[in-house]
């Protein structure tokens, strides 16, 4: 797996890791909890391998006993995982990079802060829009 990969997976790996030791518990502890493989719950944190698909996913909360808020947290590191991949791979380069960094960072964003973000994407959408209706007529 190529360094880009890597640090796109190590989006969601960071955010497990910091519930994981929140929690202080080992990796070892909550492979075994959840049914899995100690190496492969390394590899997630790691960025080695990328964010696991529903099923496992579940079984890392309920190891974790993770609350509501801390499970939209780490689906929501899954979400940015997905963007950062699509930012790399089908984005120009520039562009790409800086969606990265962006993506990257939001996930150390609070509410509000994402909020805000938000509100920003919203207008770059509506001038999108309003530019490309523009050329249209």
Do not use: H, W
Not at 44 to 62: A, H
Not at 92 to 97: L, R, T, W
Not at 106 to 133: D, H, P, W
Request: proline fraction near 4%; include cysteine.
């Amino acid at each position: 797996m190529n360094s880009d990969n890597q640090a796109m997976n190590r989006v969601f790996g960071n955010c497990l890791v910091r519930l994981r030791k929140g929690r202080g518990r080992s990796q070892k502890f909550i492979a075994i909890e959840a049914g899995l493989d100690a190496s492969y719950l390394a590899g997630i944190e790691l960025g080695r391998r990328p964010p696991p698909r529903q099923p496992v996913l579940e079984k890392i909360l309920t190891a974790l006993c993770a609350t509501p808020a801390e499970r939209q947290e780490l689906k929501r590191a899954i979400g940015i995982a997905k963007l950062v991949r699509i930012a790399a791979n089908e984005l120009e380069p520039d562009y790409g990079q800086s969606l990265i960094q962006i993506a990257t960072a939001m996930q150390y964003c609070s509410r509000e802060e994402r909020k805000a973000l938000a509100v920003i994407a919203l207008g770059f959408e509506q001038r999108r829009t309003a530019n490309t209706e523009g050329i249209i007529m």
